[in-house]
């Protein structure tokens, strides 16, 4: 096939972009999203400080902006992301114990419920491990205790129990301390039952990446029995970028769990990344790192 889309749909997979929603009536941002990726996610829009800017006031119109253009073009919406430590509105950060417990699982169940149907794999909690494998001491970790991530699966499958629900971290492509800290985590999961479908991967990368582990690492979790979706992937310009975004995509494509890719943006000059990190350019034009992936898709 022609599109990024529609080549990973050969083999029943997703390839999706992260999309702000006030660049959706620039119409080369909009022409080219509908035409090369059939997912989206909310880049921003779905995250606690902009679904719930004061308590119990939640506010979807970010969201439901991106989900009905996506729906509008047959496109599939991935949820980011139910809890962070990051992007929390400010009444969140100032709670304590049964409190911040209680108003993370309002939120999850709120949120959920309303995409319900809509999202087809949530990213129910993001970034919540350091890099030595340790769980990173956010306010969620110190208030809540090591239980706080099994509450937050068990409460996004009782809002939502279609929704795929992953856990999404950064700094986990290769087999090391981070990965594997999470890998204990999500084989304890799956061994007592707690409800954990997907590992997300963000797979934001430099284009010197050592990425010889990284399938290996992707088929380690998913022997686990749960799915894998790289979900923000962009890799910084240089001479490897293409041949990085190459051998993701071949990995992925390797591992029969692995079931879609999201790269974090459309165009360059929109990205997060001031290092020209996505597989179109600032024109839209289809970079070298665009060719490569649409080959190894
Ligand atoms: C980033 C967005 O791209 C920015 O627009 C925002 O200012 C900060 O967050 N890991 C994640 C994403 O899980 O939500 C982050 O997105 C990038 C890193």
Redesign the pocket.
Known sequence: ATTLGASAAESGRYFGA?VAGNRLSESGYANTLAAEFNSVVA??AM?WDATEPNPGQFNYSGGDQIVNWAQARGMKVRG??LV?HA?QPGWVQGLTGQNLRNAMVNHITNVANHYEGDVFTWDVV??AFEWDGSRRQSNLQQQLGNGWIEEAFRAADAADPNAKLCY?D?GTDAINSKSTGIYNMVRDFKSRGVPIDCVGF?S?LASNENLSSYQANLQRFADLGVTVEIT?LDVGQGTGQAATYETVTKACMAVARCTGITV?GVTDKYS?RTDNPLLFDGNYQKKQAYHSVLAAL
């Open positions: 992260a880049e921003n995250k980011h992301t962070w992007q993001n970034e999404n950064y963000q934001h923000e974090w997060w």
